[in-house]
């Protein structure tokens, strides 16, 4: 068993915070600049390993939306596939994007179909990856059986 890093430990936790509220940010920010679902995602990703590696992979698996890596990534390609669907309510293509102003009073915020799509990926994204980066690390996790040999060694005495 590998011995504790108590200071990866205490700065796992708001780094962990710092860069998910960096990966929405790059989600939200890529409707008019570069960024959006795909690296919003990877950067979520980090945070995840992060804490994998601080924690152990059961506690960063634990710490996803849905608390599954496999749920994540579905939720993200129902959700990518859901932003398609009111374009057919009115006769359009599948797929094709809705804009408009939610008016909240003292400002009104932008929201499109196009953000509900980069969420989808963002989630699927998350959850692909951290699930993979997540099952690699646990295997180096193992509680030292893997250090000790699969059979004795030959000895010499019957050798000629």
Do not use: Q
């Amino acid at each position: 068993m590998k011995g504790r890093i108590v200071i990866l430990e205490v700065v796992a936790r708001p780094l962990y915070w710092l860069i998910l509220a960096a990966s929405v940010w790059v989600l939200l920010r890529g409707h008019n600049e570069p960024g959006g679902g795909f690296i919003g995602g990877l950067l979520a990703v980090t945070a995840s390993v992060l804490w994998a590696v601080a924690h152990g992979s059961a506690a960063a698996a634990r710490r996803l939306p849905l608390g599954d890596p496999v749920l994540l990534a579905a939720a993200g390609v129902l959700v990518g596939a859901a932003a398609g669907i009111p374009a057919l309510f009115v006769g359009e293509a599948y797929l094709t994007h809705w804009w408009g102003a939610l008016p909240l009073g003292f400002t009104s915020v932008k929201v499109s179909t196009v953000l509900v799509f980069d969420l989808g990926v963002y989630l699927c994204v998350w959850g692909a990856l951290a699930g993979y980066a997540l099952a690699l690390l646990s295997v180096d996790e193992g509680d030292g059986a893997a250090e000790a040999p699969e059979h004795e060694p030959l000895s010499t005495e019957g050798r000629r």
